[in-house]
């Protein structure tokens, strides 16, 4: 619908504004009317704005430094933010884009993003897809398209104690074997090489998946493995299994032990920050407790390597993507939006209100705190990334499976090989029951 601003005084024209006006606006509550292209004669009168209604679980404070940005460089655009408890998020969202409305600019985890686009509801914005690296828009891609801007990712490396690793004439390390190498040293002088709540499936998981991601998984012939995965067109066993028993060497040499099984996230935790550990995998979100409990303590990060020495991988992933309404009737104004966020200034901006993480928009790079040095690299290349954000629906099913097989495997009731098969028949029948 357009809406035209007259300047007049004539009670005839405002009759005729009034029946333009009559007209619905697609079920977009509190939305205003798209800019009006305005002929010769009004081409000196100001457009209206346009409400875009934005909806994310997160509360508005995480992305304020966006929204002033917005507000700043698309004076004709409004943002309505709405924000929805995260428990109850995609219930209301999918209600409403299953009824024609909704949000105009919707927050969506990979999962949603998927499920959204296969029902029809999101615009294509591939248009925006080489700004991007591929380790980001592939989370967010369907049927080869873009559905959805790879927010600021979170991650999740390895954590090490800087003194220690300097008492013993330690440096990072820049492959898997020379990780195995300072493990070996640590434990051979009595300092515990790292900790590890294997209470939770999570550690080992996201661990294994750090090797897997170097040695098969960043190789240009299985750029699409994690796609086909999820579709059950193809299997772990047969492909991962390589790059899981160089993995399980750890176990084999006694640098993870059965003890951990009863170590919990917080004990874990405890242990590195007290320096009763020398590594510990955790993310950002760890740093503030670590240091509350230790605050002399200087730590820096390496990431997950593989055989060949480089950058690394760090497990992790947009914590939000970004994506466009299909059904909305403001269409240019969402993509002027999109569009802002998709340059460097719009990242810093967003990136502003949740430091810790990292973008995967080619050259956009941040001032990570020095804690991070040792990841910069890592960040510079675009490997962040988590295998599973690509396996589709109910994915927690299955890597909750991988990592409990992973326990037995440290409990020595287990092997590689039926790890493997594990968790592919709990995929398996997930796709069964989705088709």
């Known amino acids: ?5 007259v300047l007049g005084i004539m009670f005839l024209v405002l009759g005729l504004l009034t029946t333009a006006c009559g007209k619905s606006n697609n ?29 994310y679980w997160n509360k508005e404070s995480s992305v304020q430094t966006l929204l002033d940005l917005i507000k700043q460089k698309l004076p004709n655009i409004e943002i309505e ?4 408890e995260n428990s109850q998020f995609d219930n209301i969202v999918g209600t409403q884009l299953a009824a024609g409305s909704g949000p105009d600019i919707i927050s969506v985890g990979p999962q ?7 029902l029809g509801y999101l615009a294509d914005l ?23 801007l790879p927010g600021i990712s979170w991650f999740e490396g390895i954590f090490y104690n800087k003194e220690i690793f300097a008492k013993y004439g330690l440096k990072p390390p820049t492959t898997f074997e020379e990780e195995l190498q300072l493990h070996e040293i640590l434990k051979k002088n009595g300092v515990k090489p790292q900790a590890m709540g294997a209470k939770s499936y999570e550690p080992m998981m996201k661990s294994s998946m750090g090797l897997i991601m170097n040695e098969f ?7 699409d493995f994690d796609v086909k995965y999820g579709k059950g067109e193809t299997t772990l066993e047969g492909s991962w299994n390589a790059g899981l028993e160089q993995w399980s060497e750890l176990i084999k040499r006694g640098y993870l032990t059965k003890d951990m099984l ?3 996230y917080d004990q874990a935790l405890d242990e590195f920050a007290t320096g009763k550990a020398a590594m510990w995998e955790s993310g950002p979100w760890a740093l503030d407790a670590i240091k509350q409990k230790n605050p002399n303590i200087q730590v820096d990060m390496f990431p997950f390597h593989g055989s060949t020495a480089g950058p690394g991988w760090l497990i992790g992933g947009p914590g939000v993507g970004f994506a466009a309404n299909a059904k909305s009737e403001y269409q240019d104004a969402i993509m002027q939006v999109l569009d802002l966020i998709s340059t460097p200034e719009g990242q810093k901006a967003f990136w502003q209100d949740n430091q810790g993480g990292s973008s995967y928009l080619k050259g956009a790079e941040f001032e990570m705190p020095a804690e ?25 099913a299955v890597i909750q499976d991988y990592g409990k097989a992973l326990q037995e495997l440290l409990g020595g009731k287990s092997d590689v090989s039926s790890v493997l098969k594990a968790t592919d028949k709990q995929t398996e029948r997930i796709v069964k029951m989705n088709q």
Not at 112 to 118: E, H, R, T
Not at 217 to 223: D, G
């Open 81 to 84: 933010y709405q924000f929805i």
């Open 112 to 118: 949603a993003a998927a499920k959204y686009s296969q």
């Open 1 to 5: 619908m357009k809406r035209f601003k």
């Open 27 to 55: 079920g977009n509550t509190g939305s205003a009317s798209p800019i009006a292209s305005p002929s010769a004669s009004e081409s000196a009168t100001p457009a209206e704005k346009v409400k875009l209604r934005l909806a």
């Open 372 to 396: 991070y040095n040792g990841v910069k690299e890592t960040f510079k290349a675009g490997n962040v990334y988590a295998p599973w954000n690509n396996w589709g629906g109910s994915v927690s």
């Open 126 to 148: 591939s248009s925006f897809a080489d700004r991007f690296n591929d380790a980001g828009k592939s989370v967010y891609s369907a049927d080869g398209k873009l559905v959805a």
């Open 217 to 223: 998984l960043s190789k240009p012939e299985n750029k």
């Open 262 to 264: 009863g170590i919990d």
